[in-house]
């Protein structure tokens, strides 16, 4: 086969993906002349073109990318799961401490703000240093502070431990899509980015149906002390089984012998001395906000998931406590089992149909795969909204209305936003690869910070107007935030090849 021409293969620059590019750049081929496009087994050209070198990730067996996968999306799941584990346990917490059920929720309103905006002070050291640390160093700092959580006899010492769980869970949480990207090619990056954002949406579904029984049977600081133990054995079993995805692909490997698993393991940073933190990292995911592919995706993002999901656990403990007589364990069910469904159901209508999009696309146009294409999928995203509103008409007649119903609209719900949050990332990282990490991480800022505010509004609003019509403000707001996605769907790579969207320059290696 000939050296790679791009407008051969089917990119002449209107609409193509972040990554493509750089398969004409000398450097980026280890310092090779040229190189032959690898296809896939459709015989269409790989995005992005992996290197010819065995260290590179994406030539890294099946396997091994699996169980990278499986590890990096169980860091995402059990992070805000450990945080979430005390929500059904408000109401004893409140007691122990002699203040409100709603004050008793701002310990998830803690995490959420410093596990949004902490990363942002700690992502730029991944794009050096590598992924590895921030994983081992997060999860164990989360981990010994929520054992801490759990001793604490003071309401102050609660917060302070919520708030560095928060920075610490959240930098292994913000950095999982770029190590999905590290690993996987776009055609099949749907797939294994969905696996990634079922944890990370589900893994809160989870810890009400765990927190729930802790809570009732063993009490509130178990609630803390379980989910700390859990992550300090995933700290252990990651010192072995996680290594180090970060590559740069501009560095002339011809004299360099492939490392081992153990070096992976042992933070060997000999390929990547040319990467040098400097001030201009800590500001580069607020960069990113000048890409409508990212600002407007963020944005519905934020308020698919906070409306989705972040204000059932806000207020289902207070809600169900009072209207249904629910207890702790009872709450956590109710709080657990209908979102789970909805996101399973959620994710096989997600990740690989985006995949079978793109691949669809490309068939008719040349091989160019088109990031806009896994938007087709958003539809699906618009029963968040319906779910939302089913819950709060049930909730407001719930003397006629069992609570089956608002178990019907959480799923719903819950299945709207899966599809959501796999489309986004999957769609985001597609148009800036390179920047992964920062894109990943910006999207998280989102979701934490505008989530945090739930619980000073939620019930507030639903006490003065009521739950449904609170609930369906919600869903308005939701719905109007879906629109702009529409539009990126038909306009999307026009505007992207605007001179004013070019690519960041950044990363370019990655």
């Known amino acids: 086969m000939d050296p790679i021409n791009e407008k051969e293969i089917g990119f002449s620059g209107t609409g193509a993906p972040a990554g493509v590019n750089e398969v004409k750049d000398k450097e980026s081929l280890g310092g090779e002349n040229a190189m032959e496009v690898k296809v896939d087994k459709h015989e269409l050209p790989l995005v992005p073109q992996p290197s010819a070198h065995e260290d590179d990730p994406l030539n890294w067996s099946p396997s091994l990318k699996l169980l990278i996968c499986i590890q990096v999306s169980w860091l995402a799941a059990l992070g805000p799961m450990s945080c979430a584990v005390i929500n059904p346990a408000f109401v004893p917490l409140g007691k122990a401490f002699h203040i409100t059920t709603v004050e008793a929720s701002y310990t998830l309103t803690m995490y959420i703000v410093f596990a949004g905006v902490g990363p942002?002070?700690?992502?730029?050291?991944?794009?050096?240093?590598?992924?590895?640390?921030?994983?081992?160093?997060?999860?164990?700092?989360?981990?010994?502070?929520?054992?801490?959580?759990?001793?604490?006899?003071?309401?102050?010492?609660?917060?302070?431990?919520?708030?560095?769980?928060?920075?610490?869970?959240?930098?292994?949480?913000?950095?999982?899509?770029?190590?999905?990207c590290d690993l996987f090619f776009m055609h099949e990056r749907g797939l294994f980015m969905g696996i990634y954002t079922f944890a990370l949406t589900n893994g809160p579904h989870l810890s009400p149906l765990i927190g729930g029984y802790i809570g009732q049977r063993l009490g509130w600081r178990y609630c803390f002390a379980i989910p700390g133990y859990m992550q300090l054995a995933t700290f252990v079993i990651t010192v072995f089984c996680l290594p180090e995805t970060l590559y740069s692909r501009k560095i002339d490997r011809s004299s360099h012998s492939p490392k081992s698993y153990l070096d992976l393991l042992l933070f060997k940073r000999s390929v990547l001395t040319d990467r040098k933190l400097g001030s201009t990292d800590f500001l580069r995911p607020f960069y990113m906000l000048k890409y409508i592919s990212i600002l407007i995706p963020g944005i519905y993002y934020m308020l698919c998931f906070g409306f989705g999901t972040v204000v059932f656990a806000a207020t289902g403990a207070q809600l169900f406590a009072k209207l249904y007589h629910f207890n702790v364990e009872q709450t956590g069910i109710l709080m657990s089992v209908p979102l789970i469904i909805g996101g399973l159901i959620g994710e096989f209508s997600a990740g690989w149909v985006t995949d079978y999009m793109v691949y669809r696309y490309a068939k008719k146009h040349n091989g160019q795969r088109k990031p806009e294409a896994r938007l087709d999928a958003i539809w699906l995203a618009l029963l968040t909204p319906i779910g939302v509103i089913i819950q709060g008409v049930c909730l407001t007649h719930y003397k006629t209305a069992s609570w089956v119903g608002s178990a019907f609209g959480m799923g719903i719900a819950s299945l709207g936003l899966q599809v959501a949050t796999t489309v986004v990332y999957a769609y985001c990282t597609d148009c800036y690869k390179p920047q992964s990490a920062e894109v990943s991480t910006i999207l998280n800022t989102f979701r934490q910070v505008f989530s945090s505010a739930i619980s000073f509004y939620a019930i507030p609003l639903a006490n003065r107007i009521s739950i449904q019509y609170a609930w369906l403000v919600f869903s308005m707001i939701s719905i109007v935030g879906i629109l702009p996605v529409f539009a990126l769907r038909i306009y999307g790579a026009n505007w992207r090849a605007r001179a004013w969207q070019s690519p960041p320059t950044f990363h370019t290696d990655l």
Do not use: D, E, K, Q
Not at 135 to 159: F, Q
């Open 120 to 180: 942002l002070l700690f992502t730029p050291f991944s794009n050096i240093y590598g992924r590895r640390p921030i994983y081992l160093i997060g999860n164990l700092v989360a981990g010994v502070m929520n054992i801490i959580a759990s001793h604490c006899t003071t309401w102050t010492g609660i917060m302070i431990t919520r708030a560095i769980t928060g920075i610490a869970a959240g930098c292994t949480v913000a950095i999982g899509g770029a190590t999905i």
